[in-house]
Every structure is written in C-alpha cells, then in structure tokens.
C-alpha cells in the first residue's frame, strides 16, 4: 500500500469527516513530500500527519510557515509516544525548511 494510502486509511479510523469530503482532500490538497507517516517497529503504520506550506502575511512580508494537519494516530496505538515522536519529526522538518513557524 501506497504512503497515501495508509495515511488516508489512518485519517479515516481516526476522523468522522464525510467521505466526500476525505476524497476531496487526498486527491486535491494531500501531497507526498508533505506528509508524515510513523511506522512501529513491526514496519505497521501507526501515526501520521500533513505538514503542509502555508503562506502568511506578516508585517508586510510573507515568511513561510508549516502548517500540521490531520495528526491522528491508530486507536488501538494511542498513548504510547507515536504522536510526540511524530511532532518533534515535523518540527524538525519545519526548522529544516526556514520556517519562521509551525502551526495547528
């Protein structure tokens, strides 16, 4: 299976957005180089998350900024660090890229 793949079946357990609308997003908005996807040791993904670009208008200039989307991680998965691993990942994405920011 596909990274987006598995991504999108994460964000479909984790989420209760209409299906219409989850296609929409994994076929319009939802690109590759954006996302995050943790695996535990077995290989089995388990957590992911989009950190997508976002443009901001600051002061009079427009500093790149990450902006994190559909973090979710695997009901059964929950509560044993999979999501903080996964958000020190993006932040470090993030810094690597010059954001001036990452937001939620």
Do not use: N
């Not at 990274?3 to 076929?27: G, H, S």
């Not at 989009?50 to 600051?58: D, E, I, N, T, V």
């Not at 900024?65 to 998965?77: D, W």
């Amino acid at each position: 299976m596909s990274k987006r793949d598995e991504i999108k079946k994460i964000w479909l357990e984790c989420f209760q957005d209409p299906r219409p609308y989850v296609d929409m997003y994994f076929d319009q908005v939802y690109r590759d180089d954006e996302a995050l996807l943790l695996c535990d040791q077995s290989d089995a993904p388990v957590s992911s998350l989009m950190l997508q670009r976002y443009l901001m208008s600051f002061h009079g200039s427009e500093p790149s900024v990450s902006y994190i989307a559909g973090a979710a991680t695997r009901r059964a998965r929950r509560g044993q660090g999979f999501m903080s691993r996964l958000m020190q990942m993006a932040l470090e994405e993030s810094a690597s890229r010059g954001d001036m920011l990452c937001t939620i």
